[in-house]
Nanobody, 124 residues
């Protein structure tokens, strides 16, 4: 059974940093592209950032470029999201997702497995 478990959410002031982690189990992790999506209250879930199987290539939403980075550890089966220079508009539930397909990484339909989400709140 595939499980994705996010951790590291919380409350932070604007301009601060926060790191999220996602622990994956029940899958051959190195064969999955990983992504982070987020959903703010009253809004649809949106792509934030993604990483390829090897960790060599990353993909960013324009809104987080230059502020967020993603990395993965294919030995520990984990993916990390480092968020810097946080803004109130980054407030959302953040979801970790895994994809074994070669589809468009910014499309949530590409991802077959999802975590439960972790809340990130950025105060102004």
């Amino acid at each position: 059974q595939v499980q994705l478990v996010e951790s590291g959410g919380g409350l932070v002031q604007a301009g601060g940093s926060l790191s999220l982690s996602c622990a994956a189990s029940g899958l051959t992790f190195s064969r999955y592209r990983m992504g982070w999506f987020r959903q703010a209250p009253g809004k649809e879930r949106e792509f934030v950032i993604g990483i390829d199987w090897t960790g060599r290539y990353s993909y960013y939403a324009d809104s987080v470029k230059g502020r967020f980075t993603i990395s993965r550890d294919n030995v520990k089966n984990m993916v990390h999201l480092q968020m810097n220079s946080l803004k109130p508009e980054d407030t959302a539930v953040y979801y970790c997702a895994a994809s074994s397909s070669g589809g468009y990484i910014r499309d949530q339909a590409t991802f077959g497995y999802w975590g439960q989400g972790t809340q990130v709140t950025v105060s102004s």
